[in-house]
C-alpha cells in the first residue's frame, strides 16, 4: 500500500539570496522520503507589516496565500537565522499574521537555526519556541535543532558537505512524519 502523501510547509526567516536557513530547507526537501513533499514559502517579504486594524473583513492578499498555505500543510518546519539576539522582524510579523486565525494551532512544527557562529542562533530559537507555544503549536518532539558554525557543513552552492547534518535533518523530518502518523 502506498503510503499517503505528507505535505510540509518550509519557512525560512531570512529573505537573503542565498541564506543558509534556506537553503537548509532545499537540502531537507532533497533528503525527505518520497512521499513527504516539503515546499518553501516564498511570500514572507511581500506580507504587510502586521497591523491588528487590518486584520479584520479585508485581509490583505498577501496575508490570505500565506494563512492557506500554512492551513493547507499538514507540518511546518521553520528555519531562521537570528538577528540581534533574537527573531528576525520578517519572521515575527508573520507569524503575528497568524494569532487571530490560529493556522499554527496544533500544527506539528519543527524548528532550525542555523548560524554562522558557534551559538547556533540559540536565542532565536528559545525565543521562537516560546512565541510558538503561546500559538499553542504542536513542537514536534525530536523536531527542533540549533546549528552553530553552519558555514562548515554547507557549501557556498547550498549543499550540505556534512553526513552527520544530513543524518540530523533526515531525523527531523522523521520526527515530523511520525508526530502525523500518531496524531492519524
Ligand atoms: C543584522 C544582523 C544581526 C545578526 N545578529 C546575529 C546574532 O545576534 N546572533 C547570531 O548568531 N548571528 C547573528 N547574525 C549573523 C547571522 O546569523 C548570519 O548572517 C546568518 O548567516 C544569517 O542567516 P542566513 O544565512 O539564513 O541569511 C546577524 C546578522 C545580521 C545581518
Redo the contacts with the bound molecule.
Sequence with gaps: MNEPTIHIIGI?????N???????LRAAATLAPKHVKLTIFDGLGDLPHFNPEIDGEEVPEAVIDFRTQLKAADSVLI????????V?GVLKNAIDWTVSSSELYNKPTGVLS????P??????HASLLMTLNMLNAHIVSGGTMCI?Q??LKMNAAGDITDNGLAKEIIAVLHALEKALNTEL
Design positions: 525560512s526567516g531570512s529573505l537573503r542565498g541564506s543558509s536557513n534556506t537553503n537548509l528555519s531562521t537565522p537570528e538577528y540581534a539576539s533574537g528576525p542555523a548560524s554562522p557562529h551559538s547556533g542562533g540559540e536565542n532565536a552553530p553552519i558555514s
